[in-house]
């Protein structure tokens, strides 16, 4: 009986090197979501509004993301809100949604998984399963998603040391899953200027404890849809790997998050920059499409004729 009931518990001895351990792949990991690469050269910008709320409103942002050169669409369907009363997401209607718009613009799509009972739901229209900050210690979920065969995009917890982030991650990789990327997204302090305080600081930090490539969003890392374009500068030139970034085609509309949300205009100069601070520091990220680049002569017929 006693041996029945280790075994049910798992194995718990600790390996020499934790499986997220830099010194396991010294060179750094890369998560490939259907093409796009999360870890190398290319910094990879993950673009949507924060909950999924209509077809309009997920297709033309869809569009105009990637129209911008972002790589992959974020949006959710499950929400996980403070209060019990604020929109809940559209849930398997939002999934739905979220698999036409990756049918018309080709983006693979972000979105977040709440519960172990619709892992295999979300599964079946997502190409990553984000875990957000109120889940990062939801251990029953990090094992299931660990798995599941689809990247896992893990977010910091709001109070969660960077120790306690790789445990989670931990968790997800003991299950088999090795696609996890790490996300910073601002945690808690004294400060209330701003929604949280980006700790910009994990990033170098955590390249330096994990092979696991590292995003940073700075929509809720501020609060603030003014400071994000300015903090994604920040976290590209001290080495992110990617940025999740929250767009809506009317912020003023959203159900949630508008403040920090990017009118699309917004997120198209915000691109424009950051390709400069990407080129300084040894990275690139996408450009415009050349839909983008085709729509822009189209407006301006006297250019396109000179
Ligand atoms: C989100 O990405 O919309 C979200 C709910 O994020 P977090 O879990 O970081 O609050
Ligand atoms: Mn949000």
Excluded at 7 to 31: I, K
Excluded at 202 to 209: D, E, K, N, T, Y
Aim: aromatic share 4%.
């Amino acid at each position: 009986m006693t041996v029945t009931k280790i075994e049910e518990a798992g194995n718990t001895t600790p390996p020499e090197q934790l499986l997220a351990d830099r010194g396991r792949r010294p060179e750094g990991s890369v998560v490939d979501v259907g093409g796009v690469r999360i870890g190398g050269r290319e910094v990879i910008v993950i673009a949507g509004p924060c909950a999924v709320e209509s077809r309009e409103q997920i297709n033309e942002t869809a569009r105009a993301v990637k129209r911008s050169g972002a790589r992959m669409l974020r949006g959710g369907a499950f929400k996980p809100r403070t209060a019990p009363y604020s929109f809940q997401g559209l849930k398997h209607e939002g999934l739905q949604l979220l698999s036409q718009a990756k049918h018309k613009t080709g983006l693979p799509v972000v979105t977040e998984v709440m519960d172990t009972r619709e892992v295999e739901a979300v599964c079946e229209h997502a190409d990553v399963l984000q875990i957000g900050t109120r889940n990062m210690q939801s251990f029953e979920l990090l094992q299931e998603v660990g798995r599941a065969a689809k990247p896992v995009l893990l977010k910091r917890g709001m109070s969660a040391t960077i120790k306690e982030l790789l445990y989670a991650a931990e968790y997800i990789l003991k299950q088999g899953n090795q696609d996890v990327i790490l996300c910073e997204r601002g945690i808690r302090t004294f400060e209330t200027a701003t929604r949280n305080t980006l700790d910009l600081n994990a990033v170098p930090m955590l390249q330096r404890l994990t092979h696991l490539p590292v995003v940073v969003d700075p929509s809720h890392g501020t609060g603030k849809w003014w400071m994000v374009p300015i903090m994604a500068k920040g976290a590209v030139a001290v080495g992110a790997d990617g940025l999740l970034v929250e767009v809506h085609n009317c912020p003023e509309e959203a159900l949630s998050d508008g403040d920090q949300s990017l009118r699309p205009d917004r997120f198209e100069a915000m691109m424009r920059d950051l390709r400069g601070v990407a080129l300084a520091v040894g990275r690139e990220i996408a450009s415009a499409t050349q839909e983008s680049l085709k729509e822009v002569v189209e407006a301006q017929p006297a250019y396109s004729n000179a």
